[in-house]
């Protein structure tokens, strides 16, 4: 069994780390599936659903800058538990775009997956990103818990 430090230095996971001022520093820390970081380069290519001061790949930016600095997050608006509750598969949004992952503990966020809001209505086309977090997370070599249980918005930050 591994630590999410031991797996990335595998390689099993990767850091994402946002781009801080000098006088940032994070408060949570996100981690990424290995291929996540190519999905996020192909995102650079979405436009937004309406006009908007920030593209989708911005929006993601900003969310994700936003929970590494410890901003609060709004519980419905920027992030929620999937159904079925069982898998502690969490969703983030922005206006635009998905994003699927879990946590493995307190302020640890791993994204394995996303995609466009536009392409996941309804919300029965979620069941194959949950999936794949779910089959991600099951390969890994993490210690248990694997994931955190709790579902209220003070447990996960």
């Known amino acids: 069994m591994a630590t999410i430090p031991i797996l990335e230095a595998k ?9 801080f001022e000098h006088d940032e520093f994070p408060s949570r820390w996100i981690h990424q599936a290995p291929d996540f970081p190519a ?3 192909k995102l650079q290519e979405e436009e937004p659903d309406q006009p908007r001061n920030l593209s989708p790949f911005e929006q993601v930016e900003q969310l994700l800058f936003d929970y590494a600095v410890g901003r609060p997050m709004i519980y419905a608006r920027d992030r929620r538990l ?11 949004k922005t206006l635009d775009v998905r994003l699927f992952g879990w946590l493995p503990m307190r ?9 466009m809001k536009r392409h996941l209505k309804p919300s029965s086309r979620y069941k194959p990103f949950v999936d794949r977090v779910v089959a991600f997370r099951d390969k890994l070599d993490l210690d248990r818990p694997k994931f955190l249980m709790g579902v209220q ?3 996960i930050c």
């Open 107 to 115: 302020r640890h966020l791993v994204l394995v997956c996303g995609e």
């Open 11 to 19: 390689g099993d996971l990767l850091p994402y780390e946002p781009d």
């Open 82 to 92: 999937l159904e079925p509750v069982g898998f502690h598969v969490w969703e983030m």
């Open 153 to 155: 918005a003070n447990d």
């Open 39 to 41: 999905w996020l380069g």
